[in-house]
DNA sequence: TTGTCGGCCTAAGGCCGACAA
DNA sequence: TTGTCGGCCTTAGGCCGACAA
């Protein structure tokens, strides 16, 4: 639980029994975004396949309801020993994504709730990291790249001003450890920084646009790191070629549903920008957030989003319905079953079905010593139900 | 049974729902190999399981042998009827994979026989069309490409020789449907056929390499078709930050076993450049091969390869060895249980495994009216339990 | 017959400050 | 503060026949 970006080891892989390269957990949380907080190796997890199954679907384009049968004896969530995570990054596109072994367990004690809520308290503030959203001429092969004057002078190696004009050469490596150099020069009138020799070809190499995202960075050893975000929300449906989309969204069901029967490990991909929501949440933010909010209509709350250039603003909203996102297959399942409205107009874009998790109550801050560290089960009967029913299954004995 | 290409559907799918453009089945074809053969929509098929984890496991270059599940009520053959074929190419790679929808059936008649049968012989003469494997100086940015004699003037519109050089604009779509113009000229010292403007921009587009292949053909309007090759064998594991693969495998598996327990349809994706051997197999070409051929160790036997060029050549192999390739999973399955020698030295990279329907015995040569047009059970107990054995499951019943 | 090279010309790449949003 | 443009120079792209495999 010490490793570093919340015990996650970092590695990618090259094919079956590959080389294998580090991959710096800081450029992978900045990548991954603001939001994303992977659960540390060691602790306990609830894993939605529901939402596994989302972001497969949101990888493929495709609609979740494919011709893909009922797993009756596959429960909606799965309380699950997190083994292992690794960090990996597409060798094509930098696409982040973490590697988590599961095995499913039947139940959890105090210490493991203890060990979960930790885990998410020792986080590490994220690094510091610039991002700016490429323009039309960053990214033409006409001229190099502006950089945004508070970003160099707090990203970069000091220029040394005594040059006319200032410049001076940058290293920074990728995820995959490739490294590019640059020309960083204080030019022009007005004076402005700018990266011109080596960034076109970092441009092509990379494939970047106008409107894709570029982050620097340094690591503990002063080095510079250099990652990208794409903008474009295009599913890359490559794997089509392989694979059905039936066969995916039942492989993730099969596999779910193998493991849970034999309490055997498996192996899931979580991508952070193609899915919608995490699908395997820390024990402890879980069970804080069934068992002490008490969820009901008209509900005040706040929501984190992400904003362009990587910040995080929240939203306020209304808790306008509680019902299954999936009645026949996922009955009972507490997979984004609130439905809600948003204060703000402009809040179009933000989806109207929430779980309960992602949200913080207004009416009701979380308390520091909540009545979870109590042994055996928590509540007592007669408090409301989607509150309490749902969470059948995930059984807490004391130690 | 009458529509080209062996009855495939030709389409491409841009996503779910989106745009349907439709691809030649001639090029197709040409793209696949010269020993690619769809089976015919509206026909018997047997299924391997088995060969379709094959697929997935060698797109991926990863070991068969992952944590799969065995799925014991999934037999190793299934007879289905193929609803639909419908051909398609990656847009990113042009790498060409067929879509089949099988439904698993638990019998055939004399008619399904003899459809299969029909549809195997009406098979068009492929298109002819010619292939080149670039080198180079054809890839280099330095110049163009250097047309084979023979093949522009068998395949390109011919040249107007009173012009001083003879040059013509040549327009060509790919499978996509894409438009490339080239220019085709005739000239240099001794004269040659050269692809000048235009082909930097082809190469660059499909990212092209030398080893990689490229292939013109006219359709029946005369218009001028285009196609690639990859020679790179390197799997594009791109679908890896979606899925893992044991969830790939478990998915195929799963998805069959679905299929066959409901009778229900489902859905393969059949890439004939990734894997090496076919899994749905004509039920005729299947038929014939396992009741016409006594197979014996020792036994002698021919069997078709593609070549360079796209061309193809008989090797003579023996058989050394009758057994499962997997005996624990795939107990007394038919796939790939003949091992083979081959007579050639130079053949160390071709399989020491084929399934009965790849070879041609030479011992016992197909003839026209095989006993199997008998009604029931055609051969008696008493022979070879290998050629018969596991047919077991694949019921013929009077019509 | 066709792969590679040197010569030569041209179009695209790429560095610059001007200017304005 | 920073996005886009015109000016201007450099480099890589690309067309050619020579030559040899």
Known sequence: MKSPANGAAAAVTNGEGGEKKSINPELWQACAGPLVNLPAAGTHVVYFPQGHSEQVAASLKKDVNAQVPNYPNLPSKLLCLLHNVTL????????????MTLQPVSSFDKDALLRSDLALKSNKPPTEFFCKILTASDTSTHGGFSVPRRAAEKTFPPLDFSMQPPAQELVARDLHDNV??????????????????G????????????????????????QLLLGIRRASRQPTNLSSSVLS?????????????????????????????AS?????????????????NQISLGMRF???????????????????????LDPVRWKNSQWRNLQVGWDESTAGE??????????????????????????????????????????????????
């Open 88 to 99: 990996h990054a597409d060798p094509e596109t930098d696409e982040v994504y973490a590697q």
């Open 180 to 197: 590019w150099n640059f020309r960083h020069i204080y030019r022009g009138q007005p004076k402005r920084h700018l990266l011109t020799t």
């Open 199 to 222: 960034w076109s070809l970092f441009v092509s190499g990379k494939r970047l646009f106008a409107g894709d995202s570029v982050l620097f960075m340094r690591d503990e050893k002063q």
């Open 245 to 273: 989309s039936d066969s995916m969204h039942i492989g993730i069901l099969a596999a779910a549903a193998h493991a849970a029967a034999n309490n055997s490990p498996f192996t899931v991909f979580y991508n952070p920008r």
């Open 276 to 292: 919608p929501s995490e699908f395997v949440i820390p024990l402890a933010k879980y069970y804080k957030a069934v068992y002490s």
């Open 302 to 324: 706040r929501m984190m989003f992400e904003t362009e250039e990587s910040g995080t603003r929240r939203y306020m909203g209304t808790i306008t319905g509680i019902s299954d």
């Open 350 to 399: 933000r989806r109207n079905r929430v779980s309960i998790w992602e949200i913080e109550p207004v009416t009701a801050p979380f308390f520091i010593c909540p009545p979870f560290f109590r042994s055996k089960r928590p509540r007592q009967p007669g408090m409301p139900a989607y509150s309490r029913g749902p969470c059948l299954g995930l059984v807490m004995i004391s130690a």
